[in-house]
């Protein structure tokens, strides 16, 4: 009987230690609740198992640009977006395949996105991995302008080229800043656009302005029109043709390539 006594004490103290232990980390000692539901996936109980990424947002070289030349051979993907950089329109075609095809639409490609898309086309070939590049007048263009949709700026010939995959659509002549505002050079995209601009540094008007480095611009100049190359621009890209930079204004969208170069 003492025993018996002796032992439901202990097994009250350990109980009251075990509540005493929970109330002190902050768990609740209450009943667990009959109702939770597992996750339907499993790895170390709770996260989900995902393929492995092949490439994915971020990768980069030339396996990437054979997946988007397959995109382009499907139409998920613009031409102008074969560019080596998985990026967001890659990512975007990859998604818009998969959901087209019964995968899930993880967004990158996987090892089963990928055997499909070998499945569904054809080997590129080197003409669609490297589209040529154009040929105005006996010479070639800056290879950057062989893709997509670019303004393709020339400061030896002093042209502009409106290039749509590959085929000049419009050619413009263009005048650049003097020596201490000359226009800068490289590879640039459209940032923004002002149809009745107006420079607040320089006070003078800048119409149709499409900017594409600060505040450098492609924009019309009546002192281009006026007199020619005679007179310079403060950086920007002057245009003297006001019918032709309306029709260019309009085709041009935020995001389009922008390259000055030197042939």
């Not at 991995?129 to 302008?145: S, T």
């Not at 949709?149 to 030896?156: H, N, P, Q, R, Y």
């Not at 800043?177 to 003078?204: C, I, M, P, Q």
Request: net charge positive; proline share 4%; with cysteine.
């Amino acid at each position: 009987m003492r025993g018996l006594m002796i032992r439901k004490v202990l097994g009250g103290l350990v109980v009251a230690g075990t509540i005493a232990a929970l109330l002190s980390s902050g768990t609740s000692a209450t009943a667990a609740p009959q109702d939770l539901k597992t996750v339907p996936f499993e790895v170390s109980g709770e996260l989900p198992i995902y393929p492995k990424a092949l490439w994915k947002n971020g990768s980069s070289g030339v396996n990437v640009r054979k997946v988007e030349a397959r995109l382009v051979q499907l139409k998920v993907l613009e031409k102008r977006y074969l560019d080596n950089e998985f990026g967001t329109m890659t990512r975007s075609a990859v998604k818009k395949f998969q959901k087209a095809h019964g995968i899930p639409a993880l967004g990158y490609v996987d090892q089963n996105t990928w055997d499909q898309l070998v499945k569904l086309t054809h080997e590129p070939t080197q003409t669609e991995l490297y589209p040529p590049v154009p040929v105005v007048n006996g010479k070639k263009l800056d290879a950057r302008c062989a893709t997509g949709v670019a303004l393709c700026i020339d400061k030896t010939s002093r042209k502009l080229r409106y290039v749509v995959d590959g085929v000049v659509k419009m050619q413009l002549d263009v005048r650049f800043g003097a020596v201490k505002t000359a226009t800068r050079e490289g590879s640039f995209t459209v940032g923004w656009k002002s149809r009745n601009h107006v420079s607040k540094l320089y006070d003078s008007k800048m119409p149709y302005a499409m900017f594409f480095s600060g505040g450098q611009a492609v924009h019309y100049s009546s002192d281009f029109a006026a007199r020619g190359y005679n007179g310079a621009s403060h950086g920007c890209v002057n245009v003297r043709d006001l019918a032709k930079i309306k029709v260019l204004f309009d085709e041009v969208h935020v995001g389009d390539k922008v390259i000055v170069y030197r042939s």
